[in-house]
Every structure is written in C-alpha cells, then in structure tokens.
C-alpha cells in the first residue's frame, strides 16, 4: 500500500510540468512539489523568455485559480505542494495583450530567429498563397488565443446528447427518474447512429471531440495533432538526409485507415437558380466547368452536432475548358473574397461537372461514376480536393498548431443511376491531407481511381504508407500504397436543396440576371451596355434587389470605368444588413448619381429611361429628362462608355472615333 501511496504522488525528487502558452505552444518544466512557486515561476519566465510583468500562470484552463505563493501564509503554502500538482499536469500561460505585442515585434526584429508552434501552425497555409484563408485559419484575437468558427463556438456550448423516450414497459422509476433504458444517448453512441432512418456512416467532428474527450480524465491528455510526413529539422545526431536518417528525425509509417469523423456533415445549395446558372454553361458547350461555393457554416440538425455548408452563390474562375478537362487559369481573385468577406460569406468549397450526354432529346446523361466499375473521384481529383483543404484549414483549440483538418467541401456534378443529372458531396481525410501536403501522392497514368505514393530519393525522404484488405479467404492484409485506391481517402456528404429556398441573392423566373464573369466564350460578357439591359428589368420598387447580384457586384468591383469603388463599402454593408435607409444615402452620392447619368445617356432616343433612374431622379430632387435631352447634351464612347461632349467627335477617354 505504501509503494501504490508513492508511485501516485512523489513526494520528492524531479517530475515534469506541462505549461500551456497560446502564442509559444507548450514547454516542459522540470520541478519537484516541494519547489517554491516563486522559483518555479522563473524557470517559467526564462522558458519562455518572458518579461518581468505582464502575465501569469493558472492552474485551471478556464483560468480562474492563478498560480501563485500566499503572501504572510505557512512555509507549506509557498511550494507546489500547496496545488496538489501531479507529473504531468498541465498549466496555462497567460499574457496580457501589450506583453503580447511587444513579444511579437521582438520576434520580427530578431528576423532569422525561429518562431514556436502557434507561429508555425501558419505556414501550411500562408505558403499556399491564399492570404485570406491563412489568416482566417489563424482568427487569433488581441490575446493570441485561437479563435474558432462560429457554428464550432456554438456546438461547443451544446449538450449534444440525444433525448430518449420513456420506455412504459421496462422503466421502473418515476417520471423524473432516468435508467439505461430511457437515459440519453451519447452523440457518438454506435448503437443509435446504426439504427436511426437513414444510418449515420460518420462522425460528426464535434461528436468525435466529444467522445475523445469523454471518460473519467475529460480528455486532459487529448490533443488533435496533424500528421507530418517529413524528416524533423533540426537534429544534430547525424549528416542530413539522405547522408542520414535516426529514428528521433524519421516520420513513422503510415497505416491508412478510414476516417470515422468528417468537418462537415451536409451540403445545401440555398435554392436551384445557383446550380442551374452554373449548368448552363454546359448545356450551351457540352464542356465542363468549374467554380468556387460561396457561402457559410452552420448547425445541421439532421446528424448529432453536426456541421452543414449552405451555399449562396458559385464563382466561376478564369478557366479553359474541354469536353473531358479543365485548366485554371487564374486560381484566386482577392476581390471576390473580399466583397464575400463584407457580405457576411466565406469560400465553403468547390464545384465541377463531369458531364457526357446520353440522349440530347430527352435531356439524359451517362452514368459513370460510383458503380461497381468505376470511381467515385479519381486520384487527380482527390490530390486537387486535398490541395484546396490545405488553403482552408480549421482552426481548433484543441491542436497546438492552431489548426486540424478542413471545412472545405467538393461537390461533383454527374450523372446518376437514372441517368439524370446528380450532385454528390465530398471530402478527403486528414491523412490524405498530409500525404498532398508534403508532395508524397500522385496520380497514375492509366486508372484513374488508383493514387501513387512517391519512393524516396535524394531530394525527399517519403515514409511508407500501407492499407489494408480483406483477401478471398476472409483474412485481413497489409498492403504497400504502390499503387493506392482512393476510396481509403473519401467521405462522402449528402448534397440538397431545402424544402423551402433562400435567397441570399436575388433570384427571379422573369428577371434575367446579369452575366457571369469569365463566360466571353458563349458570348456572355460583362460590359455597361449588358448591365443597363440588366437595369431596365427592374421597377422603382425593387431596387436594392438589383443589386444583390454577386456577379453584378464583382462586376462594380473589377470595372475602372464606373465610379463606385471608393463607395463599394457602404453599399456592401447596406446589402448585408438590409439596411434601406443606408442603402438610400448610398442611391444619393455622387458616384452612384455619375453612373446614372451613364445609364440614362445608354438609352436610344425615343425610348423612355428604365423606371429605376425616374424614381431615383426624383429622389434627387432632379426632373426626369427624356432621354433625347439627355444625348443631345452628351454621347457616351460605344468602346469605353465614357460621357463625352456634344461637339467632339473623338473620346476624350480612348480617342476612338464616335462611330
């Protein structure tokens, strides 16, 4: 009884603290409990190479009971004893947000010197290119603290149990009372995830979380790190590779295994004008298309703590399309992320057809993805989805790189066993991630459902990646991925519309929307005189549905030739609380009254300006002029739309002639 008495809780000699820091990581200290806490907290400081003041050491992670020596207290009360600390227990560093900032601009001054985990958690993104993302991931406020998504902040805050009915014949007890056969079930509960209509294949993230974390422990030791496929820098036992490799420096091998979890559980287009319009192109061309889903993040109800995409409008990039292939020509455009970003939206995925027809005449398409002979994404495919998931980490607290896993989501649109037109939903697992990440998976020549795992050479040490089958004897067996089916990589997600749509952007049967950016091929451009035949659809009563237009407002965004971009802010925020009183102040600026006198200069004599400007005319206090008056006065450039005066006969703009 003794020896268990004192292998539970040393009394003496050294043992290791664990201590928690959100802008270094975490940093072993070794101590003993008989330690005073005045010296422990410099062992702390110089660990962490901290100031005098300006931060403090907390025992709990809600940060309530601070570490600290009882002044005028007993000499008991001065140690770490006094905590109760056991090997191993775990710390949080606090540092107050001045403290914070002049850390960080040590950090930068001393330029070569390397920056701890948090800092590191960064680069997988920021060496992606996408600025916008990276910094998202990170969403650390003025503490340094990682900032999480809101619907995870929301689900963190849910009970996520599952309520269960009151069995009349088995329970005993009265109504208040609970028994195995009426308690909740767990959000992860096997059982009622198999039996529920339709069944539950995975995880949803948070039900992971939750059940990683559950147990007598509450997960105290639990933390969600990202898997690394390279050799760890920095180790001193040896030549570099390939002159030498140790044990301490090598990644281990990787055993591929199905992901029981998924980041989101259910993808839904908030109404059938955004995929239509993004079919169109295909049905115009036969060639397929690709796009980005704008959009946002919330809770699922359809799956325990589940996580839904909804998706407001697609983005089509600069592309070059075939029957059988795409090429990207321009992969980002920060201006799209920042008009989304004002608008309360964010990029939640990507999209692309995989169309063949079947027959023309009855609109069928051929069914050639996810049968028994084919793929349901080829390696190419998944190597790009795990890609474009790299650029879109998740930030999570619980991993010390700030970040784990993606939100990301791809959507295929193809042909389904009816022949008829289907979307299906996917993601790649986290171990698919890694092996894109550190350039260890390619795609084979001639199967398309078959990945390829590089051998190492002089250049990089790849680790062995192995999966495992089930033989024709029933026995399970360890396989080299050379090659790799890229089903072991795959989780799949329901993709629908809602029983009732929503409409973020403005969507009508009898309106004609403005074009889509990037579709001059099929003679759909973005040019003034399209956005005044876009203009005279609508009445004096709709105008700020004439605006909620993505494509419209990329358009005002992209054009050098209107004058809205100093004022595209507030007309942005306007359309994104539904302000009317802001968005009338924004009708009677300057910039917008320039652009009307573009428009009613449009029109051919003769015929009346569209009833929009003579409501906004009025507003301005200004008559409504025929429009013959107003192209006597001016003519405006058919090459550049500028407002010329009546008596020269070259642009003042492009010094092209007037006709």
């Known amino acids: 009884m003794a020896a268990a008495a004192s292998t539970s809780r ?32 410099r062992k702390v400081k110089q660990a ?22 009882r002044p005028g207290g007993p000499k008991s009360s001065q140690t770490l004893n006094s905590f109760d600390l056991k090997r191993g227990d775990l710390l949080y560093l606090d540092i107050k947000p001045e403290v ?19 800092s590191r958690a960064t680069a997988g993104a920021l060496l992606t290119g996408d600025s916008d993302d990276a910094a998202r991931a990170l969403n650390r406020d003025i503490t340094g603290t990682i900032v999480e998504d809101e619907v995870d902040q929301f689900l963190s805050k849910l009970d996520g149990k599952i309520p269960r009915e009151r069995n009349e014949q088995l329970c005993r007890h009265g109504d208040q009372g609970k028994c195995l056969h009426c308690v909740p079930y767990e959000p992860f509960d096997e059982e009622y995830l198999a039996n529920v209509n339709p069944p539950i294949k995975f995880l949803s993230f948070h039900s992971y979380i939750r059940k990683r974390t559950g147990g007598l422990d509450k997960g105290k030791y639990v933390q969600l790190e990202n898997l690394s496929c390279k050799i760890k820098p920095g180790c001193r036992d040896h030549l570099p590779w390939p002159r030498g490799i140790c044990s301490k420096c090598q990644p281990a091998a990787i055993t591929l295994q199905r992901q029981k979890y998924r980041h989101v559980d259910f993808v839904q287009f908030e109404n059938h004008f955004i995929v239509e319009r ?21 809770y699922h109800k359809g799956v325990p703590l589940g996580i839904k995409a909804v998706v407001s409008a697609i983005y089509e990039p600069l592309q070059v399309s075939t029957k059988s292939s795409i090429e990207l020509v321009q992969d980002e455009d920060e201006v799209v992320n920042d008009i989304a970003t004002k608008l309360g939206l964010r990029k939640v995925g990507w999209i692309f057809t995989d169309l063949v027809p079947l027959d023309i005449s009855k609109g069928t398409v051929k069914h050639f993805r996810g049968n028994v002979n084919s793929h349901f994404l080829s390696a190419e495919e998944c190597i790009m989805a795990a890609d474009l998931q790299n650029r879109h980490p998740n930030p999570c607290r619980m991993s010390p790189e700030g970040h784990f896993g993606s939100k990301f989501v791809t959507v ?8 008829g037109i289907h979307s299906d939903g996917y993601q790649v697992s986290d171990q698919c991630m890694a092996l894109v990440r550190d350039d260890c998976l390619v795609p084979t020549k001639d199967a398309p459902e078959l990945g390829y795992v590089k051998e190492s050479n002089n250049e990089q040490y790849v680790p062995d990646v192995y999966y495992k089958v089930t033989d024709s004897y029933g026995n399970e067996v360890t396989r080299l991925a050379r090659p790799l089916p890229v089903e072991y990589l795959l989780l799949d997600i329901a993709v629908a519309f809602p029983k009732e749509m929503a409409f973020t952007f403005f969507a009508s049967e009898t309106i004609r929307p403005f074009s889509i ?23 004096r009563d709709q105008p700020m549905n004439m605006f909620c237009d993505l494509h419209l407002l990329i358009y005002f965004a992209s054009c050098d030739v209107l004058p809205i971009k100093s004022t595209m802010d507030q007309l942005l925020l306007a359309l994104k609380t539904k302000d009317d009183a802001m968005f009338q102040r924004w009708l009677q600026s300057a910039d917008w009254a320039t652009v009307e006198q573009l428009l009613a200069a449009q029109n051919s004599p003769g015929i009346l300006p569209p009833p929009y400007l003579q409501a906004s005319a009025s507003a301005h206090g200004q008559p409504s002029l025929a429009p013959a008056a107003r192209v006597g006065a001016s003519w405006s450039c058919e090459h550049c739309t500028f407002l010329n005066q009546a008596n020269v006969d070259i642009c003042d703009m492009c010094s092209l002639p007037k006709s």
């Open 100 to 118: 914070t900032a002049m850390l960080e601009d040590n950090l930068e001054e001393d330029g070569g010197r390397e920056r701890t985990t948090p």
């Open 412 to 419: 295929v649109v193809t042909g389904d066993s009816r022949n």
């Open 517 to 539: 950016e990037h579709r001059d091929d099929i003679g759909e451009t973005q040019e003034f005189s399209v956005f005044c035949d876009y203009v005279s659809q609508f009445g």
């Open 10 to 41: 040393p009394s003496g000699g050294d043992f290791l603290l664990r201590v928690q820091s959100p802008m270094h990581g975490m940093k072993r200290i070794e101590t003993c409990p008989s330690q005073k806490i005045d010296d422990f907290l």
């Open 48 to 69: 962490f190479d901290l100031p005098g003041n300006g931060w403090t050491v907390y025992v709990d992670r809600k940060m309530k009971t601070e570490l600290k020596a």
């Open 278 to 298: 993004f079919l169109d192109y295909w049905r115009k061309t036969g060639n397929q298309r690709l796009g980005y889903l704008y959009g946002r993040y919330e």
